[in-house]
C-alpha cells in the first residue's frame, strides 16, 4: 500500500466517524451499553415449559407453507442501492376469509409477476394456497406495482371479510364473495392511481358502523420506482423528512365507494409512513391514529369527535427525538387499562443507537384530553432490538401478561461485510446530498444490520421483559419484517407466524404450559362495524385487568387475528368482561366461562 493510498484511507475513516458522530447526534445515546446476555440456558423444550411457561417449535415445513417472498427489482438507476430500496413487502396478516373459524394466512409477494399467496387453514396443521383459484394471487402485474402488505375487514359489513391491498403502485380493494372468491372492486372505489405504501388501516372514524380506510405513503406518490423520472427520490434528511408520500383517510360512502378526505380530517402529512395504529387511546369513544415514521418524528392523530384530527405527538411527548419507526403495535402492558406503543427503530451496536421505543400513557396532561406518554423501553428491557421491523404483543405463555416479540435484520449480504461505514458519507450530508439516489454509495453485494437474531421478551406481570429469545425457540436470523400472532389451531395460544425478506416465512406453533388458563373472544359488530374493529374488550379477573383493541391493521405490514385472546396464568375464574363497541354501547358479560372462544354479538 502506498502512502498516498494509505493517508486516503486514513481521511475516510476519519470522514466517516465524523459522519457517524453527527448521525447520532440527535438520536439517544447511552453510556455502557450491554448486548442482552444470549447464554442458551434451557435449550430443551421442557425447561423452556418450566422456566417460561411455553416453547415456539418451527412447523413451517409441516405447515405446507412453501411461499418465497421476493423483493422488488426496480428501474436500474437504483441498482447500485437496491437491497436497500428493496428492503421491505414480506408480510402477513391473518383473516378468517371463509367462516369457518379457522384463521387462515395471506402473504404478498413484491416483485413483479410474483404471487401473493392467501393459505386456507386445512385444520390438520397444514394449509393450502388459495389464492389463485380466489383470485387474490396475481396483484403484481407489470404496471401496477407490487404488494407491501395487505388489510382485511367487512367493508360492506356482508359478514365476510374484504381484502385491501396496498402497494409500491396501484392500490387494489377485493370483495370477498361469500367466502368463495374476490371480486377486484377497484375500479369503482375511486382510490389513488398510485400510492407508494407500506401501512395501511381498516378503522371506523367517525362511527358510523362502516369501515373507513386510512392509507400511509412512504416514497412520494407521483414516483414510479420502475420508470423513474428523477433519481432525487430519498429523504431529504435523515432526522427530519418531510418529503415522503402523502397519507390519505378514505370515508366509506357505503356503496362501495371511498371519499379522498385526507385535507378536511387534518391528516395531510408527508413523513415516510412505514407504521400505524388505529384505537381510541384517550377514552373518548373516538379512534385515534398513531403513526410511526422513518427518517423523522413519530405523530399522534386525536380523533377530534369523528369529524377531523389534531395531530398532538408533540405534546403528547412522542413527536420527539427524530427516529426511524418502523412498527406500530398497542399493548396493556401493566394491566391499566391503557395502551403502550412499541415503535420500533435501529440499534446497531457501537454505530447507531436509537433503541426501540415503548410509551407508556400516563394519563392526561393537565387540561388536556389525551395522555402524555414516556419511554420506558429501557427500564422495561424492551430498548435494544436490531434493525428491528415488525414487533406484536401477546400473551404467549399464558400468564396474563402481555409478551413481546419483535423481527429483527435489514439486509444480510455478505457475511463479514459492513455497509454501515460507506452509508455514513451519504448520511452526513446536506439536503441536495441525501435526497438523491446517485450519491448514496453503492452497496455492492454488502450487509448492513443483517444475521440478526428476532427476540421473544417475556412479561414478568410488572411490565419488566426478559429476553428469552435463545431459550423459547430456535430464534430466526434472517431479514424478517411483519409478525402476527393467531390461535392458528383453536387451542387457546397464541401461535406466531413470521414474513421473511427474500425468503420463507416461519410459522411457529405455541406450546403453553397447561396449567395456564386462558379465555377469547370473536365479536360481530351490529350497529358498529361488523368486524368490530375498533371495540374495546377489557377483562377483568383475580383483582386484575386487561384492556385489548380490536385493530384493522397493526404491527409493520401486518394483521393480527380479529379475536381477542387473554391469558390468565393460575386464575380459572374471570369476574367480567366488558365490551366498549365503536357504537358507544358497553356490553358486560358477567363470569363468562374460561378455556373457550366466546362469540358475542354486539346487542342492540
Ligand atoms: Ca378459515
Ligand atoms: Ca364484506
Ligand atoms: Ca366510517
Ligand atoms: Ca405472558
Redesign the pocket.
Known sequence: MSTNQGNKIVIQVLIAIFFMVLLVIPMFLKKNIVSPPHENKYSNAKMALEYFGFYLTDVTEKSGIQFIHKSPQLDPKLDHILPQIASMGASVSVV?????????LYFTNSRIGEMNALY??EQDGSFKDVAGETGIADVNGQGSGVSMGAIWGDYDNDGFEDLFVYKWGKPELFHNENGNGFRNATAEAGLPEWVNSNTALWLDFDNDGLLDLFIGGYFRHDINLWELVSTVIMPESFEYANNGGRNYLFLNKGDGVFEDITEQAGLSSTRWTLAAGAGDLNNDGFTDIVIANDYGNDELFINESGEKFKEIGKDAGIGFTPKSGMNMAFGDVSNTRHQSLYISNITEMGILLQGNNLWKPKGPKKGTTFPKYSNIARPSGVELGGWSYGAQFGDLNNDGSLDLYVANGFISGIKGSSYWYDYSKVTGGNKAIISDAVNWPAMEGKSQSGYQQNMVWLNDGNGNFLDASFDVCNPAALDSRSVVMADLWNRGVLDVVVANQNNQPLVYRNEVDPENHWIAFKLEGAESNKSAIGAMVSLYWNDVLQSQIITGGIGFCSQNQRGIHFGLGKNQDVDKVEIKWPSGRVQIIEKPATGKIHKVVESI
Open positions: 378468517d376469509f371463509d367462516n369457518d373459524g379457522w384463521d387462515d386456507h387453514n
